[in-house]
């Protein structure tokens, strides 16, 4: 039987970064080819803060724009929108109900996100977020899940809600696995080199965009902060801004650390700089085009979209159907 995987990535932004791109999606697009994959846009997720409509709107076919232009095959995998699944919200609301309070509350980005806004404000959707992210799981009974490090806690969540759903009511849900991820990149930022790219990066030059122009992608790669001495060379304590560029060729290149070291041997920063710029232009470059020509015929991508969830639907429905009558919900009659 072929293996089934569930991961998603919340639209938050215009454009996912280098980060998304080498720590999550290039591994999502090694996934499909040996498995049954769903991907998905959890726009429900993204509404536990507050968000323009307008541009969420606009996010949400970005980020699929990026999937596929990134090379998500949707007719291989089933790439859909969270919001056109009912059956996400509909399980979200029974495992809101076999979660306890205390076991929410212990939930560390819930502490961290309420943290941000005071506890006061942080909307109860917040508190909610992993067990709707419980729902989006099983209700695809996948094998397993990868994600990065900071899901973990939720992924455990899922597992134990799915053991204890089982133990109730009977066997209904594939318990699915924690995947490590794999040998992902971890991309730091381009200015500070010893904090992650994120979105939220201090300054917009730390920041290496999917959807940057070649020349802004190259300007980024070549103003990156370097480290003192001039010895090219892997060691991410010593010399991180060196080795996050190392990182990232290495990641786009195939080529090992020892390569690299041996080819810019006697090599200044500059030229592991305008090697790499290049690389990552003839990489990226085409992406951001193939996005934005997808982006070009939002009717045509929708209509992706909805056969997505289509596929999607008739995978969540049985699940959904065998959960209430589990609980003993009344069938409605026909
Ligand atoms: P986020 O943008 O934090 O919601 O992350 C979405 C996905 O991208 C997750 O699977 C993360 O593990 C991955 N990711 C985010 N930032 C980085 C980074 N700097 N390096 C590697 N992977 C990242
Ligand atoms: N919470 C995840 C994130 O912020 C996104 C997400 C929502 C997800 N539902 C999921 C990831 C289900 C994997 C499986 O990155």
Known sequence: MTERVLSGMQPSADSLHLGNYLGALVSWIDLQESCDAFFFIPDMHAVTVAQNPAELTERVRRTAAQYIAAGIDPERSTLFVQSHVPQHAQLAWVMICQTGMGEAGRMTQFKDKSAKSGSEHAGVGLFTYPMLQAADILLYQPHSVPVGEDQKQHVELTRNLAQRFNHRYGETFRVPELTVPQAGARIYDLQSPTAKMSKSAESPNGLLNLMDT????????????TDDGAEIRFDREAKPGVSNLLSIHSALSGKSFEQLEDEFAGKMYG????DLAEIVVERLGPVRDRALELLDDPAELDALLARG???????????????????GFLPAAA
């Open 309 to 327: 969830a289509q596929k999607a639907r008739a995978a969540a429905e049985p699940v959904l159907a065998d959960v209430y009558q589990k609980l």
């Open 214 to 225: 070649d020349k802004r992608m190259a300007k980024k790669i070549r103003s990156a902060v």
């Open 271 to 274: 030229h592991l700089k305008v």
